[in-house]
T-cell receptor, first 111, second 113 residues
């Protein structure tokens, strides 16, 4: 069955520190992969996407993600977080007529 | 290009009532998906419409229904509201396949008292 796992429900990081949010997926074909961010009470905004080609993709707000087929992973990274990055982050896999969503990881920034 | 718009943004209803939420997709987008988001359950897929046809449906009771019009605008309806229906309802549009990039509206916050 198709599924997306984000193993960390919450992550706390100090401002200025590096960040890695984990995402693992289960999907039979070559996946379309996405990371979205949601600020409190708002809709979701696309951070970056992977369809094919270079496995390291750059997104908005200084985020990047690396697709690793052998590990079925698509982890999100940022070298130095800012307080404004505090939000919830969702990983998703494109599966035909729908996106399969992870449960989300809430990022908390310590001053 | 205008983004996805949802109306109303906030809604308060009482148990047993029904509610209709509206979504206008980005111009040219023909696929509209609806999601329910609650703190405990995360993002739950409701249904997806393309060219006025429901292509995909999540695991929700029949009280939840939707439709899409010829201009791609979509509505979802919830009848006989229950307290547990309190949630943020998100609409997302995509050009064709909703397994592709989706663009989200700000959501409608429904509170059932």
């Amino acid at each position: 069955a198709q599924s997306v796992t984000q193993p960390d429900i919450h992550i706390t990081v100090s401002e200025g520190a590096s960040l890695e949010l984990r995402c693992n997926y289960s999907y039979g074909a070559t996946p379309y992969l996405f990371w979205y961010v949601q600020s409190p009470g708002q809709g979701l905004q696309l951070l970056l996407k992977y369809f094919s080609g270079d496995t390291l993709v750059q997104g908005i707000k200084g985020f990047e993600a690396e697709f690793k087929r052998s590990q079925s992973s698509f982890n999100l990274r940022k070298p130095s977080v800012h307080w404004s990055d505090a939000a919830e982050y969702f990983c998703a896999v494109g599966a035909g007529y729908q996106l399969i969503w992870g449960a989300g990881t809430k990022l908390i920034i310590k001053p | 290009k205008a983004g996805v718009t949802q109306t109303p943004r906030y809604l308060i209803k009482t148990r047993g009532q029904q509610v209709t939420l509206s979504c206008s997709p980005i111009s040219g987008h023909r696929s509209v998906s609806w999601y329910q988001q609650t703190p405990g359950q995360g993002l739950q897929f409701l249904f997806e419409y393309f060219s006025e046809t429901q292509r995909n449906k999540g695991n929700f009771p029949g009280r939840f229904s939707g439709r899409q019009f010829s201009n791609s605008r979509s509505e979802m309806n919830v009848s006989t509201l229950e307290l547990g229906d309190s949630a943020l309802y998100l609409c997302a549009s995509s050009i064709r396949d909703s397994g592709n990039e989706q663009f989200f509206g700000p959501g409608t916050r429904l509170t059932v008292l």
